[in-house]
């Protein structure tokens, strides 16, 4: 059983390019949260900071980390590896800290699967549209349009996993979006039940895979 004191884990998941990042910075600046730092084989993007943003390392360190067991979850998202290492998240767990995970539905999966003590929350998060979400990548990664297109051409398959999640979201304007997410995990701690209409979700993402 997960102690009272215990922090409780929050999982953002969503098609590349519609703010779970962005989300995860924002919910991570109130008092104790602290965001899962990644490793990856991945580079760093222009304005990315090595073990703030991401531990990056190279395939053979990767290996190594799996190999050693270090891994909470780990998986292959666009042809780089991707993975979350236990010992920090376990620590700060035990200090009654929350810590909010941006990973893909792979790693989820993973999580939900192991059944650790700790109560986990696990979000979605949908684009208003698949126009703002090219719009959204193609900003990102302005260096490298291949990048969006590609990620752009994995939305189809990504975007299906809606269904294993918690709770759904759509991120229109970030404000709204970032205070319907909090408000959720505060009602979720306080244990008040807690929906989304999955009707309206569903319609919407019908709309984008259209
Ligand atoms: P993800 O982590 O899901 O791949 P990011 O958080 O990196 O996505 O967001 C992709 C881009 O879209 C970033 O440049 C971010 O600043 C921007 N962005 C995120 N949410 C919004 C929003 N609601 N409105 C406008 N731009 C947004
Ligand atoms: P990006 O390269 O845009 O930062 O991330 C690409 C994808 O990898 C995103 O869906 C992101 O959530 C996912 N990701 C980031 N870190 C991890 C991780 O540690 N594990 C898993 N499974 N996915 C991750």
Redesign the pocket.
């Known amino acids: 059983m997960s102690s009272r004191e215990d922090g409780i884990m929050i999982i953002l998941s969503?098609p590349?390019?519609?703010?779970?990042?962005?989300i995860t910075k924002l919910l991570s600046d109130s008092e104790n949260y602290t965001i899962s730092v990644s490793h990856t084989t991945r580079k760093p993007r222009e304005n990315e900071v090595n073990a703030k943003d991401y531990f990056f390392v190279d395939e053979e360190e990767f290996k190594l980390l799996v190999q050693n067991d270090e891994f909470l979850e780990h998986a292959r998202v666009f042809n780089n590896f991707y993975g979350t290492t236990k010992t920090p998240v376990i620590n700060s767990l035990e200090k009654g800290k929350n810590v909010i995970f941006?990973i893909d539905w792979q790693g989820t999966k993973q999580i939900k699967e192991k059944n650790l003590k700790y109560k986990l929350i696990t979000f979605f998060?949908l684009p208003p549209s698949k126009k703002v979400l090219f719009e959204?990548?193609s900003?990102?990664d302005m260096k490298d349009k291949l990048i969006a297109e590609e990620r752009m051409r994995q939305f189809g398959k990504d975007v299906l996993h809606w269904v294993d999640y918690d709770y759904v979201v759509i991120?229109?304007?970030?404000n709204s979006?970032y205070k319907e997410v909090n408000k959720i995990i505060k009602s979720e701690i306080n244990n008040t039940s807690n929906t989304y209409n999955v009707d309206i979700i569903k319609k919407h993402v019908n709309q984008l895979i259209d």
Request: aromatic share 0%; charged share 30%; proline share 0%.
């Open positions: 969503s590349s390019g519609a703010g779970k990042t962005t941006d998060i959204r990548l900003n990102r991120n229109d304007d970030l979006c």
